[in-house]
C-alpha cells in the first residue's frame, strides 16, 4: 500500500533475521527491539496518564481507520517527538511475556522474564477498540504468530567498542 506504512504481518523468527543482517552491517550502531518496560516509557514521554486526551489525534483504532495501516507520521507525536506509539500497529517488545512480572520485577529498567512462552506486544493497533490503545495495556503472542496488524519499532543504540 506504500514505503510509509508501517511494516506488518511480521513473525518473531523472521524478524530476528532481519535484526541479524542489519547488526552485520556494522554502521556504529546496534538495533534491537524495545522492552515492554522502554517501550511503555517512550510511549508514556514523561507523562503519568495512561490514555491521551484525545486519542483520534495521536492513534488510529478501530473507531477511526477504517481497518487498514495509514502512513507513519499522520498523527500528532507525543511529547518526546514519537509518532504512532500508539495504534496503527501492534509492536513486538524484546521480552518474554509475564502476566505477572511487573508486580515483583526490578524497578529500574526491568527485562522481562528470562523465558517465557509468548512475547509481548505494545500499543494496540487501528483494527482493536480503543480502550485497549494505551501506554499500559499488554497483549501477548506466540512468536510464530503474525497478523495483519503487527509490527514492530526499532531501538538504535550506539555500539560499544
Request: aromatic residues 18%; proline residues 6%.
Amino acid at each position: 500500500k506504500g514505503d510509509d506504512r508501517p511494516v506488518e504481518m511480521v513473525y518473531w523468527n523472521d524478524f530476528q533475521e532481519f535484526l541479524k543482517r542489519l547488526n552485520a552491517m556494522n554502521d556504529g550502531y546496534r538495533y534491537r527491539l524495545p522492552t515492554e518496560a522502554e517501550w511503555e516509557y517512550a510511549a508514556r514521554a514523561g507523562s503519568a496518564a495512561d490514555t491521551a486526551a484525545d486519542l483520534d489525534a495521536v492513534a488510529w483504532h478501530s473507531g477511526n481507520s477504517g481497518s487498514e495501516t495509514h502512513p507513519v507520521g499522520r498523527k500528532r507525536a507525543n511529547a518526546w517527538g514519537l509518532y504512532d506509539m500508539l495504534g496503527n500497529v501492534w509492536e513486538w517488545c524484546a521480552d518474554w511475556y509475564g502476566a505477572n512480572y511487573y508486580a515483583s520485577s526490578p524497578v529500574d529498567d526491568p527485562q522481562g522474564p528470562a523465558s517465557g512462552t509468548f512475547h509481548g506486544l505494545r500499543g494496540g493497533s487501528w483494527g482493536v477498540f480503543p480502550g485497549f490503545v494505551r501506554p499500559s495495556y499488554r497483549d501477548w503472542v506466540y512468536p510464530v504468530d503474525y497478523f495483519h496488524d503487527y509490527g514492530f519499532r526499532l531501538v538504535r543504540e550506539a555500539r560499544l567498542p
